[in-house]
């Protein structure tokens, strides 16, 4: 019930071990504890038996969760992230992308050689959060749309995402991949710290899709941008994503 679900959230809540995470899996009404392939066997050891106490199941995730540094189109910075949304405040425009990519970028620019300025960090927040803001500073163009690979899809406003919803995300690395929604509100623990309040997907990413959007398949409704995940498009894996509408409210900005 919900007391209980409650009690093994405040459990789970307590986990910061790298390459962890933990959420409510709808599948089954039971709270999950996520490990993958860099938690050694005797911590592993440790959070089956805090996954047993808090009435939670432990699945184990191959590969690594990691921050997917290296979706829309390339920005670079102090790596190669992807763009999420185009937004504005009145006349003003930005940018929104990962937090963990405008941690360690202050300038962004179009190409690798750092040529064509983009625009300025306005904003930063991770771990805890995991979205940025930068402020367009160029005249290069700034469509309310989505880089398809190629083409482009209409940005169709923003929105909440809900489980077993079609969507699909676009990044720098991978182009378009698509798939499910399948929980919200899930916590990751990278290496970097924890971040919480993610939606998860069953779609695959690679490092420089990070920051790239997720939207509702067909409507071009942005949903979230990429935080993070394990795996890789070859062999499949799981996505994690930052709520677009929490980081509206955060810089009182609108998607166009």
Do not use: K
Not at 42 to 48: M, S, Y
Not at 61 to 90: D, H, K, M
Not at 124 to 143: C, E, M, Q
Not at 217 to 230: E, F, M, N, P, R
């Amino acid at each position: 019930d919900l007391r209980e679900r409650g009690r093994a959230a405040a459990a789970l809540a307590q986990v910061r071990t790298a390459g962890t995470a933990w959420g409510l899996d709808p599948a089954t009404g039971r709270m999950t504890l996520t490990v993958d392939d860099t938690v050694s066997a005797r911590d592993v050891a440790a959070l089956r038996a805090t996954a047993a106490r808090a009435g939670a199941v432990l699945r184990h995730e191959p590969g690594e969760l990691r921050t997917l540094i290296a979706g829309g189109q390339a920005i670079y910075s102090g790596g190669r992230c992807s763009l999420g949304a185009n937004v504005r405040s009145g006349t003003t425009y930005y940018f929104v992308t990962a937090g963990h990519c405008t941690s360690v970028g202050a300038t962004w620019y179009a190409n690798s050689a750092q040529t064509t300025v983009l625009g300025s960090r306005a904003g930063s927040s991770f771990p805890g959060n995991d979205y940025g803001l930068v402020r367009y500073t160029s005249l290069v163009a700034h469509p309310s749309a989505v880089y398809t690979y190629p083409g482009l899809l209409t940005i169709n406003g923003a929105g909440n995402a809900y489980i077993g919803q079609a969507v699909c995300r676009s990044g720098s690395t991978t182009g378009v991949r698509c798939g499910t929604v399948t929980g919200l509100n899930a916590t990751v623990n990278y290496a970097e710290g924890s971040v919480s309040g993610l939606i998860r997907t069953n779609i695959c990413a690679e490092p420089g899709d990070s920051g790239g959007p997720l939207y509702a398949a067909g409507t071009g409704t942005v949903l979230g941008i990429l935080s993070g995940g394990s795996g890789n498009c070859t062999s499949g894996g799981t996505t994690y994503y930052q709520p677009i509408m929490e980081i509206l409210a955060a810089y009182g900005v609108t998607v166009p």
